[in-house]
């Protein structure tokens, strides 16, 4: 597609429940990124997709956060057992090489948990 | 210590003002640099790449001092739609791909 597509846009779930978050990059794009923005606050990183490379990990906030990208493309960000500090703006952004150029991002999906 | 610090503002300034913002950052091997434009409850978009030599895109002009380890933007004759947070934005090689962001400058240009 033209642009990162970020689904669902807006998510409301119970405490305790899991969610899947869905990000779909730009065509072509080999590095994909999760980061988060809680209301007010800057933004997080949370994990790096570079192509067949294992990817870092190393932002993730606990167990309960885990991602996965297939084929090279689409990836998927899950929480389990989410809590309500879970609830925040989850930014996908992808770029077409790991670090000399900047990111598209998506418009994010708005996870509140209740 | 953060490793991008920015002011956080907010900077109010009347249109056809100049106005400049500031980012220090304390990973010398950092390698690329950037400026991200983030309006209220949307996505960061890329504003532009900050080189070693400066580069201007219109009304903006980005600087690199790497000695001095700040990274520079400075917008001229203001306008009321430049009103957002102004990010920057840090990668280093060591870290290929994760990019560090600052937390950001407020912007609001008035009538």
């Known amino acids: 597609g033209a642009g990162v597509s970020q689904s669902p846009s807006n998510k409301v779930t119970e405490k305790g429940k899991d969610v899947e978050l869905r990000c779909d990059p730009i065509?072509?794009?080999?590095?994909l990124y999760w980061y988060r923005q809680s209301l007010g606050q800057g933004l997080e990183f949370l994990i790096y997709f570079q192509g067949n490379s294992a990817p870092d990990k190393s932002g993730l906030p606990s167990d309960r956060f885990s991602a996965e990208r297939t084929g090279g493309s689409v990836s998927t960000l899950t929480i389990q057992r989410t809590q309500q500090e879970d609830s925040a703006v989850y930014l996908c952004?992808?770029?077409?090489?790991?670090?000399?150029?900047?990111?598209?991002f998506g418009s994010g999906t708005r996870l509140t948990v209740v | 210590r953060k490793e991008v610090e920015q002011d956080p503002g907010p900077f109010n300034v009347p249109e056809g003002a100049t106005v400049a913002f500031n980012c220090t950052y304390s990973n010398s091997a950092s390698q690329s640099f950037f400026w991200y434009r983030q309006d209220c409850r949307k996505e960061p978009k890329l504003l532009m790449s900050?080189?070693?030599s400066g580069n201007e895109d219109g009304r903006f002009t980005a600087q690199l001092n790497r000695a001095s380890q700040y990274i520079s933007l400075l917008i001229r004759d203001s306008k009321l739609s430049d009103s957002a947070t102004y990010l920057c934005v840090v990668t280093h090689n060591t870290n290929a791909g994760k990019s560090t962001f600052g937390d950001g400058t407020t912007l609001t240009v008035k009538p």
């Open positions: 952004a992808s770029s077409s090489r790991a670090w000399d150029y900047g990111y598209t």
């Open positions: 065509s072509g794009h080999t590095a």
């Open positions: 900050v080189y070693s």
